[in-house]
């Protein structure tokens, strides 16, 4: 095989796995969560498969004439490949959101075997690299650092490329076509090379074909297998699986889904209407810092189906209001089918909200008067089922405070259950910033949503609950001593150390709520 061919080859295999866990990530998200252990789970799994696929590919060269197993591992590895995207939409469909064993199981079943399989051309075409002793270090280690640059070039190519302009499995689809159309290419090469006859026959010397038909008919069953299944997305942004349900009891209800959770419950006829618990807290809370429906300067951190721009607009008009969305789709959702419509009172800003936060600071250390201070700052950003971790940290919580009124107040959305070990992190860490803070919750102690209320001055609790009673609810305010008791042993969130999802526990209790209605 000529050196040239040799290097493209493993530099295209090589990237090919990259380029397959990223997207095998992209797969498991909507069932598993965006998580660290969904990370976690696929680059080991994937690391195993490469490790395996290297050394029973070396030991397969060994044993067998090396160009009669190029053609096949190629073929076959597009085949396995185009299997991962049945393989995780029928087994995820089943096994969502049951915690990080889910993501090791799917992302094993999903991901190894063709991980493996690619993994195996490398040492194969060094075998047939290898014509004299003299040269096995220089060949080992070209081929070997080809290797690693095509895993370099999978990586960028599908973070800062291919996720952001195709759909996955479409792209997995396609993925899985090229490696068998490679497989031909390189049959046919190796036949007109003299190694066989022609594609499909048998080699000069009576051996076994290059690449039967057997190969070929499992690639094709694969691809269509993979075009039978279409996902649970309506639409794939570049960093959500979206998608906009109906609500059953209610005609002019829409829900919200990003990736595994129901993010948001709109009204397209009334914004008034909170359906879910924790957004009438969120109504109960402002209520009581504006009961006389006052405009209010609001940030809100995430903007999900723009529940709470909407409720301002109508209960406090004349609020205004800056969003910030790291998904410029999930706003264009919002207004094409959540009833939103833009205004110059709420001003989108699209991207990271830690940075956008730090510009709001910038902005108004130079110039008070460019950033007037907000009244009512909401977190409800979420990446899985947990608050981003670099909005959770002291650091974080100190840059909102300084762009806030003395009187304005921090409402904070988090999701745990058990012991609590994330939500009392996060208390610990607001109490260590801001003056008084208490946790509204449902009176049964069921895990699930909990809103986190803060400000310098005194909070409204009082009337927090008086609202919460009119609304024929039971929840509890807990603060002071209580709470204090509570986070006596929690950690503090700070830039340097926010194990986030490591805290959250993320397993329902028996007959929690899991959708945070």
Same mark, same amino acid.
Request: glycine share 10%; aromatic share 4%.
């Given at each position: 095989? %000529?050196?040239?061919?040799?290097?493209?080859? &493993?530099?295209?295999?090589?990237?090919?796995?990259?380029?397959?866990?990223?997207?095998?990530?992209?797969?498991?998200?909507?069932?598993?969560?965006?998580?660290?252990?969904?990370?976690?789970?696929?680059?080991?799994?994937?690391?195993?498969?490469?490790a395996l696929g290297t050394w029973l590919g070396?030991?397969?060269?060994?044993?067998?004439?090396?160009?009669?197993?190029?053609?096949?591992?190629?073929?076959?590895?597009?085949? @396995?490949?185009?299997?991962?995207?049945?393989? &995780?939409?029928? @087994?995820?469909?089943?096994?969502?959101?049951?915690?990080?064993?889910?993501?090791?199981?799917?992302?094993?079943?999903?991901?190894?075997?063709?991980?493996?399989?690619?993994?195996?051309?490398?040492?194969?075409?060094?075998?047939?690299?290898?014509?004299?002793?003299?040269?096995?270090?220089?060949?080992?280690?070209?081929?070997?650092? /080809?290797?690693?640059?095509?895993?370099?070039?999978?990586?960028?190519? !599908?973070?800062?490329?291919?996720?952001?302009?195709? %759909?996955? *499995?479409?792209? /997995?689809?396609?993925?899985?076509?090229?490696?068998?159309?490679?497989?031909?290419?390189?049959?046919?090469?190796?036949?007109?090379?003299?190694?066989?006859?022609?594609?499909?026959? @048998?080699?000069?010397?009576?051996? !076994?074909?290059?690449?039967?038909?057997?190969?070929?008919?499992?690639?094709?069953?694969?691809?269509?297998?993979?075009?039978?299944?279409?996902?649970?997305?309506?639409?794939?942004?570049?960093?959500?699986?979206?998608?906009?349900?109906?609500?059953?009891?209610?005609?002019?209800?829409?829900?919200?889904?990003?990736?595994?959770?129901?993010?948001?419950?709109?009204?397209?006829?009334?914004?008034?209407?909170?359906?879910?618990?924790?957004?009438?807290?969120? +109504?109960?809370?402002? +209520?009581?810092?504006?009961?006389?429906?006052? %405009?209010?300067?609001?940030?809100?951190?995430?903007?999900?189906?723009?529940?709470?721009?909407?409720?301002?607009?109508?209960?406090?008009? +004349?609020?205004?209001?800056?969003?910030?969305?790291?998904?410029?789709?999930?706003?264009?959702?919002?207004?094409?089918?959540?009833?939103?419509?833009?205004?110059?009172?709420?001003?989108?800003?699209?991207?990271?909200?830690r940075r956008a936060v730090a510009d709001l600071?910038?902005?108004?250390?130079?110039?008070?008067?460019?950033?007037?201070?907000?009244?009512? &700052?909401?977190?409800?950003?979420?990446?899985? /089922?947990?608050?981003?971790?670099?909005? !959770?940290? *002291?650091?974080?919580?100190?840059?909102?405070?300084?762009?806030?009124? %003395?009187?304005?107040?921090?409402?904070?959305?988090?999701?745990?259950?058990?012991?609590?070990?994330?939500?009392?992190?996060?208390?610990?860490?607001?109490?260590?910033?801001?003056?008084?803070?208490?946790?509204?919750?449902?009176?049964?102690?069921?895990?699930?949503?909990?809103?986190?209320?803060?400000?310098?001055?005194?909070?409204?609790?009082?009337?927090?609950?008086?609202?919460?009673?009119?609304?024929?609810?039971?929840?509890? &305010?807990?603060?002071?001593?209580?709470?204090?008791?509570?986070?006596?042993?929690?950690?503090?969130?700070?830039?340097?150390?926010?194990?986030?999802?490591?805290?959250?526990?993320p397993r329902p209790e028996p007959g929690a709520?899991?959708?945070?209605?």
């Open positions: 095989m %000529p050196s040239p061919v040799a290097s493209l080859l &493993v530099f295209l295999s090589s990237a090919a796995v990259l380029v397959l866990e990223l997207l095998a990530a992209r797969l498991l998200i909507p069932y598993v969560g965006n998580t660290i252990e969904t990370y976690t789970a696929i680059i080991g799994v994937v690391l195993a498969g490469i070396g030991r397969a060269a060994d044993r067998t004439a090396p160009r009669r197993l190029l053609a096949p591992l190629l073929v076959a590895s597009g085949a @396995l490949a185009a299997f991962t995207v049945p393989i &995780v939409d029928v @087994l995820g469909a089943g096994l969502r959101g049951t915690g990080p064993a889910t993501a090791v199981i799917l992302s094993t079943l999903a991901v190894l075997v063709p991980a493996a399989v690619l993994s195996a051309v490398t040492p194969v075409v060094i075998k047939l690299q290898l014509d004299s002793l003299e040269r096995t270090g220089s060949v080992v280690g070209r081929l070997s650092a /080809i290797s690693t640059f095509g895993g370099i070039a999978g990586t960028f190519l !599908t973070g800062f490329v291919l996720v952001a302009l195709f %759909p996955t *499995r479409a792209t /997995i689809r396609v993925l899985a076509v090229l490696l068998v159309l490679g497989g031909v290419v390189v049959a046919i090469g190796l036949a007109r090379a003299g190694a066989g006859r022609a594609l499909g026959r @048998l080699g000069a010397d009576g051996s !076994t074909p290059l690449l039967g038909i057997a190969p070929l008919v499992l690639a094709a069953l694969a691809i269509g297998a993979s075009l039978a299944t279409d996902g649970p997305c309506e639409e794939e942004s570049t960093y959500y699986c979206i998608a906009v349900r109906e609500d059953p009891r209610s005609d002019s209800g829409r829900v919200l889904w990003l990736d595994t959770l129901p993010h948001s419950h709109v009204d397209l006829d009334d914004p008034t209407v909170l359906s879910f618990t924790y957004t009438a807290w969120y +109504g109960d809370a402002i +209520g009581a810092l504006a009961p006389d429906g006052r %405009p209010l300067r609001a940030l809100h951190i995430g903007a999900g189906g723009l529940t709470m721009p909407r409720y301002l607009r109508s209960e406090h008009p +004349g609020s205004m209001q800056v969003v910030l969305e790291l998904d410029p789709a999930v706003i264009a959702i919002a207004d094409e089918r959540l009833g939103f419509a833009p205004g110059d009172d709420v001003r989108i800003v699209t991207g990271d909200a600071v910038a902005s108004a250390a130079g110039d008070a008067a460019a950033v007037a201070p907000f009244d009512l &700052v909401i977190g409800d950003a979420f990446g899985g /089922i947990a608050v981003p971790w670099h909005l !959770t940290t *002291r650091e974080f919580t100190a840059d909102l405070q300084a762009l806030m009124a %003395p009187d304005g107040i921090y409402i904070l959305n988090i999701i745990d259950h058990g012991p609590r070990d994330l939500l009392h992190a996060e208390v610990a860490t607001i109490g260590d910033v801001f003056a008084h803070v208490a946790v509204l919750e449902r009176a049964d102690g069921r895990g699930g949503n909990h809103v986190v209320i803060a400000s310098d001055r005194p909070l409204p609790l009082d009337a927090i609950v008086a609202r919460n009673r009119a609304r024929g609810r039971d929840d509890v &305010v807990v603060s002071d001593q209580a709470l204090a008791v509570r986070v006596a042993d929690a950690p503090l969130l700070t830039d340097n150390h926010a194990p986030v999802d490591q805290l959250l526990t709520d899991r959708s945070g209605a």
